[in-house]
Each structure stands twice: as C-alpha cells, then as structure tokens.
T-cell receptor, first 113, second 113 residues
Framework: GESVGLHLPTLSVQEGDNSIINCAYSNSASDYFIWYKQESGKGPQFIIDIRSNMDKRQGQRVTVLLNKTVKHLSLQIAATQPGDSAVYFCAESPQAAGNKLTFGGGTRVLVKP | DGGITQSPKYLFRKEGQNVTLSCEQNLNHDAMYWYRQDPGQGLRLIYYSQIVNDFQKGDIAEGYSVSREKKESFPLTVTSAQKNPTAFYLC????????????FGPGTRLTVT
C-alpha cells in the first residue's frame, strides 16, 4: 500500500487470522527488497528481506512474495497477534545504488482481539 | 549490547536556532544514514555516509548538515534554513557492501516552535 498524505492505508485483522500487506515498487532495476515493522514512536525493525533471484522467502510466521513481472511485493503474517499491530514499510534498492533504500509509504495493521 | 543510540528522544527548539541530533553506533558499520519521517508517511533520506570524512546528500538535504569524523558517530544539524524542521528523525547504519538491511536507532522527535 502507498500512503496518501496523512492517511495511511489500514488493514484491520482479527487475532489469529493471516494478514497480507501489499507493496508496489517503482524501480524495475531494484534487486533487493526488505520489510520493516515500526511501532509507534520507535525506529523501524527488520522483518525479512528478499533478493530478485527469488520469488518467495519464509521466516518465522512471515513470508515475503516477490512478483517482478508486475513489480509487486507482499508480506504475509500467519496467525496475527496483538503484538503485530504496527506500521509496515517495504523498501527497495537497486544494486547500482549501493545500500541506499527507497521506502514506500507504509501500511498500518490493526489487530482486533 | 550492540546497537544504535540516538539522543535525546525528544527535543524542543525555538524557530531560528540550529540544533544537533546525536547518532552513535557500536556495530562497526561503515555506512550511516539520516532519515526524516513526517506523520503518516514513509522515510525520506537526508544524508548518508559510507566512510569516515565523506558523506553525500540524500533526497531532502536542504537545511541540514552532517559530519563524519568518527566511524561510530554521525551527528545531524538541523539549521535555521530548514523550513519545516518539526519531524521524527531516524538514524541507521549498515555494512557498505550491499544492499543489506539497515539497522535503525530509536529516533529523535524534534519540535520547533
């Protein structure tokens, strides 16, 4: 999701359900993608990353899917918990940019008990 | 305990004053970054440095200055020329060879009145 000014896209999910957060990236030369979680008033925390030679990568309760054809990235969170409530950012980087990341606007996830 | 520290957490200044935000890391990373985050938005790159005594402008460098005299430290000065300085400022570090994840500090919330 892309932000629209002050209004972040929001995903409301029931505790225990799976969450899917989407991100459209813009640079076809990007070959590294990363998801961060940011809780209110804190710095972003790394969740998972993926390189362009892969289309899926799994972590603990999280899966990232990459579709280079349509320049789309998604983060799936299994069995969403209250502690997963946060803003989630995707970021991309082309190899030529060294380690500079370009961040998307973020998606807010609200977990309902 | 390795990580990035930013101080102070909250900072208040009067308009027209310069203010310096501190960022220190003990991760032995060569690259360091400063981002600005406005409410409900993503991160925008202000400045970055890949080696001591060298730094480059990011996307929104106007009104800001940095120095990199030591590997561990990358202070950011918000000058009186910055038109809208009130924001949440985040410092990050990473290895240079990348791209790889960036590690973020807890942030400093600057309010200028």
């Amino acid at each position: 999701g892309e932000s629209v000014g002050l209004h972040l896209p929001t995903l409301s999910v029931q505790e225990g359900d799976n969450s899917i957060i989407n991100c459209a990236y813009s640079n076809s030369a990007s070959d590294y993608f990363i998801w961060y979680k940011q809780e209110s008033g804190k710095g972003p925390q790394f969740i998972i990353d993926i390189r362009s030679n892969m289309d899926k990568r799994q972590g603990q309760r999280v899966t990232v899917l990459l579709n280079k054809t349509v320049k789309h990235l998604s983060l799936q969170i299994a069995a969403t918990q209250p502690g997963d409530s946060a803003v989630y950012f995707c970021a991309e980087s082309p190899q030529a940019a060294g380690n500079k990341l370009t961040f998307g606007g973020g998606t807010r996830v609200l977990v309902k008990p | 305990d390795g990580g990035i520290t930013q101080s102070p957490k909250y900072l208040f200044r009067k308009e027209g004053q310069n203010v310096t935000l501190s960022c220190e890391q003990n991760l032995n990373h060569d690259a360091m970054y400063w981002y600005r985050q406005d409410p409900g938005q993503g991160l925008r790159l202000i400045y970055y440095s890949q080696i001591v005594n060298d730094f480059q402008k990011g996307d929104i460098a106007e009104g800001y200055s940095v120095s990199r005299e030591k590997k561990e430290s990358f202070p950011l000065t918000v000058t009186s020329a910055q038109k809208n300085p009130t924001a949440f400022y985040l410092c990050a570090s990473s290895i240079v060879e990348g791209p790889y994840e960036q590690y973020f500090g807890p942030g400093t919330r600057l309010t200028v009145t």
